[in-house]
């Protein structure tokens, strides 16, 4: 049997790369899909955008195409009810209903939940542009609370929709820009005005299948598009796994405070979760807080970057771990992961995150995982060393360019962060095109 995966990131290409591994997958079909997912060994792209969900669901009831079932990388299809469309026609899927997704797609609804099942998260309070007197109110309270302080879009906003102001003009020009100019259309038409969190992110994600819940293993993103955590936010720009940030004490509390309530939460709303929760952390490292966890934010989804570490240290078969979720018996499986370090660096296109080139023919120095032939793919199978594709193309000649703002991931396996990291900044080294750039600092915080 074979499966679908909806999405064309680096995220999408590494779940394609793991479960075209397993024994009991023939083909994973990629829709869209990248340059990677398109010369991957036993995958093959298919032309439907991962917002066309009839065709979609089409192409899965499709009985040639023998689809045991799919799994949704991206949230948008989530949040128009990929998966609701999926299930009333009987087709195996994970990840969340429409109502579920909305964890992620309304930050209104993800800051009232936990306020009702006491999620510790940040202070915060809502505000819309239905009338004058609401905008004042937003603006009034940022002058009450003073900064820093963070703005963000209810919606969907593509990771771009969150304001961390450090001066009250940034943070009224962003209330402005949100409730007055449109600048997120619909998904800005509401905000969330909440206190600022201090500390250490870290990216704690799970599957669920309702009831039963299986923690992946922990990692950490680098959000800002500049060394140090400088410059504009980004959709993440490297990831490494596991995070030491969360020790064994720190695992136990955020499936007690966080994880657990949350799946709880949703059966008594009568909206059971399934798919894979991502819970954004914001970690203190003031030891005597009495908070020490606080979410963030929920995705509803994978991470990505996340994603292509944690399938590079993924031991147990992807796709078992799929079924059991599907089946609502993840209680009945465990995890296995390798106990080396995995980095993924990421390499950016020109002008990312604003407006990324397209079209640049990228170099390949030497041989890597991907233009090369079959028999000598299945023999590097085992490499400690990745490259994901995310925003790439074919074009006309065969070649591969860039074709959106990530454009690659560079993973490696060390026996230690600085191991990793050196393998993986030796394969970045042969790789290039005009404008290519990227963080040189991925993995530092895990050296301390
Ligand atoms: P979000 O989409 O809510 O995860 O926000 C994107 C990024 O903004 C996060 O990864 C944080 O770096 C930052 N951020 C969001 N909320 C806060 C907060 N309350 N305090 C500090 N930083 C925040
Ligand atoms: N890397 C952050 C995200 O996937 O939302």
């Known amino acids: 049997m074979n499966a679908l995966i909806i999405g064309s990131g680096g995220r999408e290409h590494a779940m394609a790369w793991k479960l075209a591994k397993s024994e009991t997958i023939g083909k994973v079909f990629v829709a869209p899909g990248n340059a990677g997912t398109h010369l991957e060994y036993h995958t093959e792209n298919i032309d439907i955008k991962e917002t066309e969900i009839q065709k ?147 990216s704690f994600i799970v599957m669920c299948d309702g009831k039963n819940v299986l923690p992946l293993a922990s990692s950490q993103d680098h959000k800002r598009v500049g060394d140090n955590d400088t410059g504009a936010n980004t959709g993440g720009m490297g990831a490494y796994s596991p995070a030491p ?73 992807f796709a078992d771990l799929i079924e059991h979720a599907i089946d609502g018996t993840l209680n009945q499986i465990d995890t296995e992961w390798d106990r080396r370090v995995a980095l993924g660096v990421v390499l950016a296109a020109q002008n990312y995150p604003q407006t990324p080139k397209k079209g640049d023919v990228i170099t390949f120095l030497t041989k890597n995982n991907i233009n090369i032939s079959n028999a000598e793919k299945e023999e590097i199978k085992e490499n400690n060393s990745y490259v994901f594709h995310a925003g790439t193309a074919i074009n006309a000649d065969g070649k591969i360019v860039t074709n959106g703002g990530r454009v690659l991931c560079v993973t490696a396996l060390g026996d230690s962060t600085k191991i990793a990291q050196k393998i993986a900044y030796e394969e970045v080294g042969k790789i290039s095109w005009d404008g290519m750039h990227f963080r040189h600092d991925i993995g530092n915080k895990a050296l301390k």
């Open 245 to 317: 940030i969360i020790t064994p004490k720190i695992h136990a509390e955020v499936m007690r405070d966080v994880i657990y309530p949350t799946i709880r939460g949703m059966l008594d709303e009568g909206i059971p979760f399934t798919g894979f929760l991502y819970a954004g952390l914001m970690i203190s490292k003031n030891p005597d807080a009495t908070n020490k966890i606080k979410v963030l934010e929920f995705n509803c989804r994978m991470g990505d970057p996340e994603t292509q570490p944690i399938m590079m240290r993924l031991k147990t078969n």
């Open 56 to 202: 979609l669901a089409d192409f899965a009831a499709d009985k040639n195409n023998r689809i045991k079932f799919t799994i949704v990388g991206p949230e948008a299809p989530l949040a128009a009810g990929i998966v609701d469309e999926f299930r009333s026609r009987g087709l195996h899927i994970f990840g969340p209903t429409k109502a579920a997704a909305r964890l992620e797609s309304s930050k209104e609804f993800a800051k009232k939940f936990m306020q009702k099942y006491n999620i510790p998260t940040a202070k915060f309070q809502t505000f819309d542009n239905s009338d004058p007197a609401n905008i004042q109110a937003a603006h009034d309270y940022i002058d009450q609370n003073g900064t820093p302080i963070v703005i963000k879009a209810d919606g969907l906003a593509a990771g771009k929709g969150v304001v961390v102001a450090t001066t009250l003009e940034e943070a009224h020009q962003a209330v402005d820009d949100m409730l007055n100019n449109a600048s997120f259309g619909a998904a800005g038409a509401k905000v969330v005005i909440e206190e600022f969190l201090d500390g250490e992110e870290a």
